[in-house]
């Protein structure tokens, strides 16, 4: 169980959605599916831009999240780029945890 400041609360994500969150190392998708959270840095691997089309918000649709500016497309429980200009490459991930339903960072084991 992780020590770290909450991120945020479950119920702060829509299911099926995605929000920003601020983490030490940068800002960070939130992607819910049910109780399931997934996080990744807001990064589009193909020219390092945000994925967001206005600060916090995503284009999340069908268990798939597409980078506004050039359209690149990462499954949400993965990361993998599976569309669009990305080369291959998928999102840098972010290990969360859920715990009395606030979304933390997860401890890193060595």
């Not at 983490?23 to 589009?44: K, M, S, T, W």
């Not at 991930?93 to 890193?108: F, H, I, N, Q, S």
């Amino acid at each position: 169980m992780s020590d770290s400041p909450p991120l945020c609360r479950l119920d702060d994500i829509p299911d099926g959605g995605a929000i920003a969150a601020q983490a030490p190392d940068g800002e960070l998708i939130l992607l819910r599916q049910g109780e399931r959270v997934f996080a990744y840095h807001n990064e589009c691997p193909h020219q390092g831009r945000n994925l967001d089309y206005a600060p916090g918000l995503f284009l999340v649709r069908d268990g798939r999240l597409l980078c506004a500016h050039h359209g690149a497309t990462f499954t949400v429980d993965g990361g993998d780029c599976i569309a669009g200009p990305c080369r291959g490459a998928g999102l840098v991930a972010a290990p969360v945890e859920v715990v009395d339903d606030e979304v933390r960072l997860a401890p890193v084991s060595d």
